[in-house]
């Protein structure tokens, strides 16, 4: 199942995962994830589970799941700019991430 991203909020990201001992050792998980990234405050009635997306500030609503993309994941943006994936939770048939990082947006 799929969740429709209004193409002028569309992003496209690249998901890496990094080694934690050897930092240089970097890893593509996934490559061109369309998401929006948007403040939790947009995003707080988003629940899954019964549970409210939240705690983090930021997070990304994935046009279509991806299971890969575990927490610890990095998403990279088209500006070279990082976010850590803080938690994946569920909505319905996609994801939402939640994000940490110093640049956002």
């Known amino acids: 199942m799929r969740f429709r991203i ?13 080694d934690a001992v050897v930092r240089s050792n970097v890893m593509t998980i996934a490559e061109d994830v369309v998401c929006l990234i948007a403040p939790e405050s947009d995003l707080i009635r988003l629940t899954s589970s019964g549970v409210a997306i939240g705690g983090t500030g930021w997070a990304a609503l994935l046009e279509k ?41």
């Open 65 to 105: 799941p991806n299971p890969d993309i575990i927490g610890g994941d990095i998403l990279r943006r088209a500006d070279d700019s990082e976010l850590t994936v803080h938690r994946v939770r569920p909505l319905g048939g996609t994801m939402i991430l939640e994000l940490r990082g110093d640049e956002i947006p």
């Open 6 to 18: 209004p193409p002028q909020l569309k992003e496209e990201v690249t998901v890496v995962r990094q």
